[in-house]
């Protein structure tokens, strides 16, 4: 298994136990949608975590093989390139 697949699975679990945890608390994960200002710190070679603890989690994570897009909910959008840095994005 990769280095990339296996960080991104370790990513993943991290973020069930948490929803698992929250669930089991009775707290339901609210997110508030990034603000503009959340958005405009976003650099290119961010790591997904890094997006993720700026913006929050995703929406809907679309896989594309050699990248993905992270897309939220008032249409804003992060691309990833195939070592899960930031390429580039669209601001809502």
Same mark, same amino acid.
């Given at each position: /298994?990769?280095?990339? @697949? =296996?960080?991104? #699975? #370790?990513?993943?679990?991290?973020?069930?136990?948490? #929803?698992?945890? &929250? @669930?089991?608390?009775? +707290?339901?994960? #609210? &997110?508030? $949608? $990034?603000?503009?200002?959340? !958005?405009? &710190?976003?650099? +290119?070679? /961010? %790591? =997904?975590?890094?997006? =993720?603890?700026?913006?929050?989690? $995703?929406? +809907?994570? =679309?896989? *594309?093989?050699?990248? %993905?897009? !992270?897309? *939220? &909910?008032?249409?804003?959008?992060?691309?990833?390139?195939?070592?899960? @840095?930031?390429?580039? !994005?669209?601001? $809502?």
């Amino acid at each position: /298994m990769s280095q990339q @697949l =296996e960080e991104k #699975i #370790i990513l993943l679990e991290k973020r069930i136990s948490t #929803i698992e945890d &929250q @669930l089991r608390e009775g +707290k339901a994960p #609210i &997110q508030a $949608p $990034p603000g503009k200002a959340s !958005w405009r &710190q976003l650099k +290119k070679g /961010m %790591s =997904e975590a890094e997006v =993720e603890g700026l913006l929050g989690s $995703p929406a +809907k994570i =679309e896989n *594309y093989g050699s990248f %993905s897009i !992270w897309n *939220y &909910q008032k249409g804003g959008s992060v691309q990833f390139n195939e070592d899960a @840095l930031v390429k580039g !994005w669209f601001e $809502p």
